[in-house]
């Protein structure tokens, strides 16, 4: 029997919606209905708003330790309930045990981090021109924030989605994705609720697929909600901020990426292929910082090819509720069906495959390694998001620069070297957000700065970048002398 949830609206978790409507949660492995979730209206946005915004003044009021204390707890819930996350990731996204697990220990350290940021300085005393003045800038909460949660890492970016502005002293109305409402919005709300988060802090609308793009307008135009967290695609980022923009309100946008990791001449070979095989496939290639392309030096192409094929067609593809399995099911048929065409398209324009392409069988699509992609191909340009990655040889460091900045997108990138002087002048040339030397694309700290530039989006989480998006800088002053006045 499928599972039932409701709507969490004023930490009543039984709330259907108004219209009474439901919507099915299917597993991409089965095709069957994992759950029923409620189906929300634009009544029922406007109802989880009122009840952030009642809980507002009372949650930003409540003592630094006492909200503190929650999040640490939650933390510690979020580590004890690991094999419920497993279940609900394989069941609502195919994503295998070892990812999930890694979902659980990222969310839990955002969870300790945001505590931890709780109680840290914010704000700075400045120098003033007032004889025995005192000049104050102070951050603030904004008030109810209105949170969109994707599906590809969904318990991490459930939480990263309301960690910070809940630590910023803010409410959350979280949206949560249509194909892991579950994981990414209302076991997350769960946990934080059973650490002892307020009523009404924490409110969760599920939604209909057909009904996303009006549940999205009423939330953010609703004059209650003061900014906007969106992370997803860069077309759908695209269509939030300029939403936000015209209400006039702050938007973090973390969005797709075109994402490389460039292998140097020299680069330990091993390790290379080891860590680009990762970055290419780690959750079937649904990671916004997944490499879509492998630049590699001509000394060393082609070996590394021939390695690298080989790795990529033994990798366990199939049930993700198996511990072994890496490739599992993506999101649902549709999208295996997208990463087909985008091959045949490469294929047919001249582009060879080393290994996987061909049809997929449901909703799974084999580990793919490309070559010779031309440029005329939809795939030069378009994110995989999927299991699939090109290989291409460089003359130089110059050229490698090049084609690893010839994309929109400004997300992630890994550079593989064991000369760290020479990484960091490559680094320092890569037009992303963020970089990594001797390492690949992929990784999540709660703690650094997190975001991309041009279509990738803009704003940053992570530490005190996370509740510096998440909060207003007053300037305030304490005058200790009267002033003098022309009249």
Known sequence: MPLDRNLLIGGKEKTPAVSGRTTADISPWTGEPYARVAAAGPEDVRAAVDAADAASAEWAAL???????IFLRAADLMEERREQAVELMAAETGGTRGWALFNVGVAADMLREAAAA??????DVLTTQEPGGLSLAVREPLGVVAAFAPWNAPVILGTRAVAAPLAAGNT????????APIACGLFVADVLRDAGLPDGVLNVITNDKADAAGIARTLIADPRVRAVNFTGSTGIGRIIGALAAEHLKPAVLELGGKNSVIVLEDADLDHAVNAAAFAAFMNSGQICMCADRVLVHTSLVGEFTRRFAAKVADLPSGDPGLPGTVIGPLVDEAAARRVAALVTDAVGKGARVLTGGGKPEGAVYPATVLTDLPEDAELHCAEAFGPVVAVRAFADDDEAVALANNTEHGLSCGILTENG?????????ISTGIVHVNDQSVADEPQAPFGGFAASGYGRFGGRWGIESFSNTRWVTLSTEHSRYPF
């Open 63 to 69: 003592a630094p330790f006492a909200q503190r204390n």
């Open 118 to 123: 709780i109680t840290a300085p914010r704000g």
């Open 172 to 179: 959350v109305v979280v949206k949560a994705s249509e194909d």
């Open 421 to 429: 002087t020479h990484g960091l002048k490559v680094a320092r040339r």
